[in-house]
């Protein structure tokens, strides 16, 4: 079972930038993952994806991150990130990346298989 460890988050002035890192430490089957991505859940909210990227190095966004966030994988690394810039008080949030190992990788909450315990993100104003 992969178990995975974001880092990165912090508090950061709206417009300014952050770059969230997932380690994943492996336990055998990291070769398996289909599909990584990083999701967020503010206060009161439901968790939502935010962007993800596929075994194939396919990646999709939601569409309010378009243009400020960036996801990528260092294979070798076995890390993922998610570069943050431009950010607004509405991205403030705790952070999560992910791992589904069957399926399409649609960034849907309930298809992912593992979750990290999240890194949170503040923006002030």
């Known amino acids: 079972q992969v178990q995975l460890v974001e880092s990165g988050g912090g508090s950061v002035q709206a417009g300014g930038s952050l770059r969230l890192s997932c380690a994943a430490s492996v336990s055998g089957y990291i070769n398996n993952i289909i599909c990584m991505g990083w999701f967020r859940q503010a206060p009161g909210s439901e968790r939502e994806g935010v962007a993800r990227?596929?075994?194939?190095?396919?990646?999709r966004y939601i569409e309010s991150v378009k243009g400020r966030f960036t996801i990528s994988k260092d294979n070798a690394k076995n890390t993922l990130y998610l570069q943050m810039d431009n950010l607004k008080p509405e991205d403030a949030a705790m952070y999560y990346c992910?791992?589904?190992?069957?399926?399409?990788?649609?960034?849907?909450?309930?298809?992912?298989?593992?979750w990290g315990k999240g890194t949170l993100v503040t923006i002030s104003s």
């Open positions: 990227i596929g075994y194939d190095g396919s990646t």
């Open positions: 992910a791992a589904q190992y069957i399926g399409s990788c649609q960034l849907r909450v309930a298809d992912m298989n593992v």
